[in-house]
């Protein structure tokens, strides 16, 4: 029997940060379509221009997120900005319930 | 079309997350048969998980998601990392918390005690005059990785033990008179 092949995947990690092209490609999504979610404020690149835009996991997520929040649940961006907001909320309320239980 | 990407949450024994483990997991895919139907066939992948990735944290692995459609990519997998509960240790972000039980005379007079840590037992030195409460910090000793550095923070607690025997009463007694002191002097009581 052979030798067991792990996968190396990419750790998606805090220093992690990547372009427009990139988001896009990770994402299966259009730049256009990118650039709506940034004017909803769903996600708030670094830079100021879309060349200079810099996306970090935190966006990567979102972005994925409200993908299939459109897909899955026809949820317009405004509602998703909302969930997401709601959603990490909930994350931390938890995280902090555990530390202190 | 490009395949779907999948999710899916591997749950970490923190010491998993501090050295880096080599896992197998088998995910559910839906899969299209002979006739059409859609049913789920398990689908069992082998992942090396790096060491010091931390709570939350994502692996992505290109190509291993839902396969395509004519002849497209198939989508990625992304790996949520979450930590089993530990009775000793907790993580935040990189740093590993736990609380170290010492007694009163390793805490007024100074000790050098064993702490476990996730790489092992190391001795910590604890100062004369410490209260319960006192936080340590044992440099490198968390989630780490090349770039990032996690520490150990070691929060003192003070157990004081039972006075059971007449002679042990008697040593509390001794201490009351020979150390008075007013723990509740800032309460104004």
């Avoid at chain 1, 190396?8 to 299966?28: D, H, K, P, W, Y």
């Amino acid at each position: 029997m052979g030798d067991i092949q792990y996968l190396q995947g990419t750790v998606l990690n805090e220093e992690m940060q990547c372009s427009l092209a990139e988001i896009c490609r990770f994402c299966g999504v259009t730049a256009e379509r990118i650039h709506e979610m940034v004017e909803e404020g769903v996600i708030s690149p670094h830079g100021v221009s879309p060349r200079e835009w810099n996306f970090t996991t935190i966006e990567i997520r979102r972005v994925q997120t409200t993908v299939r929040l459109q897909n899955d649940l026809q949820v317009n961006l405004p509602g998703c900005a909302l969930v997401l907001d709601l959603i990490e909320e909930l994350e931390e309320l938890r995280f902090l319930n555990r530390r202190h239980t | 079309m490009k395949g779907e990407d999948q999710h899916a949450k591997v749950i970490l024994h923190l010491r998993d997350a501090f050295h880096g483990a080599k896992q197998t997991m088998t995910l559910s895919r839906p899969v299209v048969d002979n006739q059409g139907h859609v049913i789920t066939t398990p689908h069992t992948l082998h992942v090396a998980i790096p060491k010091g990735i931390i709570e939350g944290q994502r692996i992505r692995l290109e190509g291993q998601g839902l396969p395509g459609t004519g002849g497209s990519t198939a989508g990625d997998l992304y790996l949520e990392i979450a930590f089993q509960e530990d009775n000793l240790f907790h993580a935040e972000k990189r740093d590993i918390h736990m609380t170290l039980p010492i007694t009163p005379w390793e805490a007024a007079l100074g000790a050098s005690v064993t702490v476990p840590t996730l790489a092992g037992n190391v001795t910590l030195k604890i100062a004369q005059g410490s209260q319960g409460g006192k936080k340590l910090r044992l440099k490198g000793k968390g989630l780490s990785t090349e770039r990032q550095k996690g520490d150990q923070i070691v929060t003192l607690r003070v157990v004081v033990p039972e006075a059971v025997t007449d002679e042990q009463k008697k040593l509390y007694a001794t201490m009351a008179e020979i150390m008075p002191a007013n723990p509740r002097q800032k309460l104004g009581v």
